[in-house]
């Protein structure tokens, strides 16, 4: 069964560019989470989506980020424009339901200049 | 703000030893709680969950839930370098599940 699938895996911008993420969940998850990991510190939930809609957004700096899940299926994350502040590592992850289950994907590091 | 903490570490042991790592929450309502796995430069993996007062063994793990201390802990019995990653504590927060900050393992040959 393949697993959570995220691009890209690294990616270097300047401050005030925009950059998008994408992630594929595991065949059959309804449920999609991006979450935020900065060094050293857990993963802090951006956005939840149950399908094509948003469950859960409340953290999400909705200044600068967006997300969507247009067909229930796969996603995409935007930040525009990024901040030093960004710099981290955006975990896409998906589960069957909602529990606390979750599948995670490799990750897609971003360094904010 | 519903919270779960944890010891950030290091906590290390000598190989073969138990690890103990804990985890608190605040939210009293809580009744499920999950442990993962994160190598360094890698992504998180589900290792354990409870979801009842109690311990749950899996292997060389133990998972403990005491709801009325407001504390969840994973015991690692025999211990290998294999097992040295950061351990982060999931629980309920609000619609959604809250990581706690992790707690660094490093297990000494």
């Known amino acids: 069964e393949a697993g959570v699938a995220q691009s890209p895996r690294y990616k270097i911008i300047e401050k005030r560019q925009s950059v998008a993420f994408w992630c594929n969940p595991i065949?059959?998850?309804?449920?999609l989470y991006w979450y935020q990991q900065i060094l050293g510190q857990g993963p802090k939930l951006l956005i939840q989506?149950?399908?094509?809609?948003?469950?859960?957004d409340s953290q999400l700096p909705k200044d600068r980020f967006s997300a969507e899940r247009l067909k229930g299926v796969d996603s995409t994350l935007k930040i525009q424009p990024a901040k030093l502040e960004d710099s981290a590592v955006y975990l896409c992850?998906?589960?069957?339901?909602?529990?606390?289950?979750?599948?995670f994907g490799e990750g897609s590091r971003l360094t904010v200049l | 703000q519903k919270e779960v903490e944890q010891n950030s570490g290091p906590l290390s042991v000598p190989e073969g030893a138990i690890a103990s790592l804990n985890c608190t929450y605040s939210?009293?309502?809580?009744?499920?709680f999950f442990w993962y796995r994160q190598y360094s430069g890698k992504s998180p993996e589900l290792i354990m969950f409870?979801?009842?007062?109690g311990d749950k063994e899996d292997g060389r793990f133990t998972a403990q839930l005491n709801k009325a201390s407001q504390y969840v802990s994973l015991l690692i019995r025999d211990s290998q370098p294999s097992d040295s990653a950061t351990y982060l504590c999931?629980?309920?927060?609000?619609?959604?599940?809250?990581f706690g900050p992790g707690t660094r393992l490093s297990v000494l040959p």
């Open positions: 065949s059959g998850h309804a449920t």
């Open positions: 939210d009293r309502g809580s009744q499920s």
């Open positions: 999931a629980g309920p927060g609000g619609q959604n599940f809250v």
């Open positions: 409870i979801y009842s007062n």
């Open positions: 992850a998906s589960s069957f339901g909602h529990t606390g289950e979750l599948f």
């Open positions: 989506f149950q399908n094509n809609g948003v469950v859960d």
